[in-house]
């Protein structure tokens, strides 16, 4: 059975930093292309950052674009998202979700809360 | 980048009712497109990749069509576990970006 199970989130000052972990298992994680996904309260999905199987190229969605970095380490399963520069409006449930093989999302995580105020 | 545009934003219907929602690409994604349903308080769930395919284990109730730019996803007969939110997503290009949402109501 897939799982992925994120963690990590919590309260953090603007300007501060945070790292998620996603902690994947039911599958051949080194195969997978690896996404991050955020919903902001009351708002819709926003794509953040993905990074690939292969060659690890990673991508970006404008808002975080400088400020993120997606990392995996297939000898752990595990997917990471080092946040940086937080800002009020990175608030958001953040998830972890796995790229089927050349397609799209195919499974999510529960999600961890990230809540970024003074 | 791409956006991505859904309509309606909500839409009230009925039990047994047909639901057909609508999302447009601003530029051509050939059949690069997926559909999520999302539950209050609850993680996403992957519908339909490629346009038109189901994923395993999502019932024949749930259609998706389209390419290019014109894309829809159908709810055969609404049932109640179906009032939900829906999302369209495509991933013909970096950033992937999705459709802000159809919200599904009990009329």
């Known amino acids: 059975e897939v799982q992925l199970v994120e963690s990590g989130g919590g309260l953090v000052q603007p300007g501060g930093s945070l790292r998620l972990s996603c902690a994947a298992s039911g599958f051949t994680f080194s195969r997978h292309a690896m996404h991050w996904v955020r919903q902001a309260p009351g708002r819709g999905l926003e794509y953040v950052s993905a990074i690939s199987s292969s060659d690890g190229s990673t991508y970006y969605g404008d808002s975080v674009k400088g400020r993120f970095t997606i990392s995996r380490d297939n000898f752990k399963n595990m997917l990471y998202l080092q946040m940086g520069s937080l800002r009020p409006d990175d608030t958001a449930v953040y998830y972890c979700a796995r790229e089927a093989l050349g397609t799209a999302v195919d499974y999510w995580g529960q999600g961890t809360l990230v809540t970024v105020s003074s | 980048d791409i956006q991505m545009t859904q309509s309606p934003s909500s839409l009230s219907a009925s039990i047994g009712d047909r639901v057909t929602i609508t999302c447009r690409a601003s530029q051509d994604i050939s059949n690069y497109l997926a559909w999520y349903q999302q539950k209050q308080g609850k993680a996403p769930k992957s519908l339909i990749f490629?346009?038109?395919s189901l994923q395993s284990g999502v019932p024949s109730k749930f259609s998706g069509s389209g390419s290019g730019t014109d894309f829809t996803l159908t709810i055969s007969s609404l049932q109640p576990e179906d009032f939900a939110t829906y999302y369209c997503q495509q991933y013909s290009s970096h950033p992937l970006t999705f459709g802000g949402g159809t919200k599904i109501e009990i009329k």
């Open positions: 490629a346009a038109s």
